[in-house]
């Protein structure tokens, strides 16, 4: 039953992205905050499909973080770039720079004003992370990065990259992390088994401005992965006992 789900999701996954991209394409021409609302409403016809198709709910614990702010959260699927840019504000993502390329979605991300690096790490991409997150502060926006830089597998080794220690130390500002059991639910090749329960997404205490590059980065990475350890044991509770999204108390719903 799950693969026959999985297969009628990715059916209706197809049509809503499809349709959406082509209503994107002359969104490209007029003001940002359209593609935004596009965008939007891609995540949340995803996150309904999920619901009522697949019966993967979700919820979320702890207050949505506000704008001017660093927020950094574990990745294990798609569904965390699809469900966190719902729940935050406009947010401003650091995204891998050839997820640019991709037809459709790359165009709608760049409009959307992502901040696109490459992987090498180097001085030159750090530094225009930094100048581009500075002006997406300045706007009133949040920056939203994924510190491990691609989706891990849940309980694989953490591997936290230094951008989000620069982004903490030049910006100045307070980082929310994040804590999620995605892995769990939307997983299989390429993330096609999508599985009922109900994924939980959890923003953690914010760690200050003003610590030394290494010790944010590691009380970073110690508040995230033992936070997403106890989400995941829940997650395997869940899917042991076979329990269903109705069964989720206390589910929050993103924001209009």
């Not at 940002?32 to 609302?37: D, F």
């Not at 903490?168 to 009922?196: E, H, I, M, R």
Request: net charge positive; glycine share 8%.
């Amino acid at each position: 039953m799950t693969v026959v789900r999985s297969a009628v999701f990715f059916l209706w996954f197809a049509l809503v992205s499809a349709s959406l991209s082509l209503l994107g394409v002359p969104a490209l021409l007029l003001d940002r905050r359209v593609v935004v609302l596009l965008s939007r409403t891609w995540s949340r016809a995803t996150l309904w499909g999920l619901r009522a198709i697949v019966g993967l709910d979700y919820e979320i614990r702890g207050p949505i973080p506000p704008k001017r702010i660093l927020i950094a959260s574990k990745h294990m699927s798609m569904w965390d770039t699809i469900a966190l840019y719902l729940f935050l504000d406009d947010p401003t993502v650091v995204i891998k720079r050839e997820l640019l390329r991709i037809p459709f979605y790359g165009w709608m991300a760049w409009k959307a004003g992502v901040i696109s690096i490459d992987r090498s790490g180097r001085a030159p991409t750090l530094k225009r992370m930094v100048q581009e997150a500075r002006s997406a502060i300045a706007e009133g926006r949040a920056i939203l990065i994924f510190p491990e830089g691609h989706r891990m597998r849940p309980g694989a080794p953490p591997e936290y990259k230094a951008g989000v220690a620069a982004l903490y130390s030049q910006l100045d500002v307070s980082c929310v992390p994040v804590a999620l059991n995605s892995g769990l639910f939307w997983t299989g090749p390429a993330g096609f088994l999508k599985k009922p329960g109900r994924i939980v997404v959890q923003f953690l205490d914010p760690i200050p401005s003003g610590l030394r590059p290494r010790e944010f980065l590691q009380k970073l990475e110690t508040r995230i992965e033992t936070a997403t350890a106890t989400l995941l044991k829940e997650g395997y509770t869940i899917l042991s006992h076979g329990e269903g999204a109705s069964t989720a108390e206390h589910a929050a719903r993103p924001r209009a």
